[in-house]
C-alpha cells in the first residue's frame, strides 16, 4: 500500500513544482551620472510582484534605490505594471515617484540636472524594461 501512495504524492508534487510558471522578470537599470557622464551603472533582475534594493557609490555620494514592482489591471481591463520607487541620493530628502506602464513594456525616470536636451548632467536615471528572455 506505501508503494501507490508514494507515487500519488510523487506524481501530485511533479505536476505541481512544472504548472507554476515564474513571474516575468523585468531588468532594472541604474545609472548615477556627474558631469554629464555615466560613473556607475548598474542592472538588477526585478520580477513581478517583488522589490530590489540597491545602493551605489561613486566616490562623491552614496545613492540607495528600493522598488517595488505590482502587476494589477485598471478600470478597462488593460494590463499595467505600478513602479513604486524611493531614492536617496547623499545628504538630500529621498524622492519618492511613483510610475504606472503598460505590461511588458518599458518605465523610464531621471532625477537631477538636465541639459535642454533632456540628457541627465547631474543626478540618476532609472529604467525598468521586460526581460526578453522571461
Known sequence: MLKPLAL???LGF????????PAP???LDLS???AGKAVKVVR???AE??????????????????AQLRPYTDDQGRELMAL???????DQPPQKPSLVFESGGTARLALGEQDADGATINGVTL???????S
Open 84 to 90: 513604486s520607487v524611493t531614492i536617496a541620493q547623499g
Open 44 to 46: 538588477h533582475e526585478l
Open 8 to 10: 500519488a504524492l510523487a
Open 14 to 21: 511533479a505536476a505541481s513544482a512544472t504548472s507554476a510558471a
Open 49 to 66: 510582484n517583488s522589490a530590489a534594493h540597491v545602493v551605489v557609490g561613486d566616490g562623491a555620494e552614496r545613492v540607495s534605490l528600493d
Open 25 to 27: 522578470a523585468y531588468t
Open 127 to 133: 529604467s525598468v524594461s521586460r526581460d526578453p528572455a
Open 32 to 34: 548615477v551620472f556627474r
